[in-house]
């Protein structure tokens, strides 16, 4: 089982749907949790950092934990076509362990 | 404030060749993270040094090596270059362990 597991999608919505990406983890003994934009052929962006269970909400993105399953999302509200790109979820273990990221497009 | 700096922003090489990348973390920051992308896939972990020290490694062969300075900026060296190692290599930077981590824009090398 990989430690961190995402739906690679393509995930394709239109401008303005609300947008849920998901991950699950397998070991209960990670703590922090990050979501990360890429786009083509750039680094990845870190978009949030989140420490326990919960919400946590920048502007029009909302990351949620949920240790007691092992299940972590982003949700992107009003979505953007500038929202395209891969979304990355990461924790932390030994090392940073990172999914194999979901491909979102947003069309106009 | 300058994020994570990497050097150079792409490279082509012949296979068989050695190759070295560079990296300089945000400022404050003493941890660097080396990863490969190859296309299409997701981050596979090279590399992690921190205060100089290398402190875990990923599955990756022995002619993948690095080292980190002095003032945190680091290098990765891959020696006896094949076409597979064609990707684009991310260093990421952090305050330590347990902390959100920063990633440059990549070295995007070509193999050929």
């Known amino acids: 089982q990989k430690e961190v597991e995402q739906d690679p999608g393509p995930l394709s919505v239109p401008e303005g749907a609300i947008v849920s990406l998901n991950c699950t983890y397998s070991?209960?003994?990670?703590?922090?949790f990050m979501w990360y934009r890429q786009y083509s052929r750039k680094g990845p962006e870190l978009l949030m950092y989140t420490y326990s269970s919960g919400n946590k909400e920048d502007g029009r993105f909302t990351a949620q934990v949920d240790k007691s399953s092992k299940y972590i999302s982003l949700f992107i509200r009003d979505s953007q076509p500038s929202d395209s790109a891969t979304y990355l979820c990461a924790t932390y273990g030994q090392n940073f362990v990172f999914g194999p990221g979901t491909r979102l497009s947003v069309l106009p | 404030e300058a994020g994570v700096t990497q050097s150079p922003t792409h490279l082509i090489k012949t296979r068989g060749q050695q190759v070295t990348l560079r990296c300089s973390p945000i400022?404050?920051?003493?941890?660097v993270y080396w990863y490969q992308q190859a296309l299409g896939l997701g981050l596979q972990f090279l590399l992690w040094?921190?205060?100089?020290?290398?402190?875990n490694r990923g599955n990756f062969p022995p002619r993948f090596s690095g080292r980190q300075f002095p003032n945190y900026s680091s290098e990765l060296n891959v020696n006896a270059l094949e076409l597979e190692d064609s990707a684009l290599y991310l260093c990421?930077?952090?305050?330590?362990?347990?902390?959100?981590?920063?990633f440059g824009q990549g070295t995007r090398l070509t193999v050929v």
């Open positions: 070991n209960s003994a990670f703590q922090y």
């Open positions: 990421a930077s952090s305050l330590g362990e347990n902390t959100e981590a920063f």
């Open positions: 400022s404050g920051h003493t941890s």
């Open positions: 040094y921190d205060e100089g020290e290398e402190r």
